[in-house]
């Protein structure tokens, strides 16, 4: 099983930017990776999915144009880069892997992925 790590959260101001990290056991060849967020007192909010078949991403209409998904292959780590951040952002970010079977897709939803990082927490604040 692929195991997942998570980190680069922390405070920031208001339009500052931040950088997540993913990194993987193993390569992401075989995987869709995944970026979510949950507040407190709020579910679980799929923001982010980059599917390494193709390189195709799906973003969230919150956070489209301000965050970007990308992968590094040779380091088996996935990236969230994070810019323009508002208070609203505030959050634990947790990366997901879903093991494509025949048909290779990026899920929306948080149902169909088989792996879960440990969560990194991301605070935006004055």
């Known amino acids: 099983d692929v195991q997942l790590q998570a980190s680069g959260g922390g405070l920031v101001e208001p339009g500052g930017s931040l950088r997540l990290s993913c990194e993987a056991s193993e390569s992401f060849e075989n995987y869709a990776v995944g970026w979510f967020r949950q507040a407190p007192g709020k579910e679980r909010e799929g923001i982010s999915c980059i599917n390494n078949s193709d390189g195709s991403t799906f973003y969230t209409d919150s956070v489209k144009g301000r965050f970007t998904t990308y992968s590094d292959n040779a380091k088996n780590t996935v990236y969230l880069q994070m810019n323009s951040l508002k208070p609203e952002d505030t959050a634990v970010y947790f990366c997901?892997?879903?093991?494509?079977?025949?048909?290779?897709?990026?899920?929306?939803?948080?149902?169909?992925?088989?792996?879960w990082g440990q969560g990194t927490e991301v605070t935006v604040s004055s």
């Open positions: 997901a892997a879903h093991l494509f079977r025949d048909i290779a897709i990026c899920p929306r939803g948080p149902g169909l992925y088989n792996y």
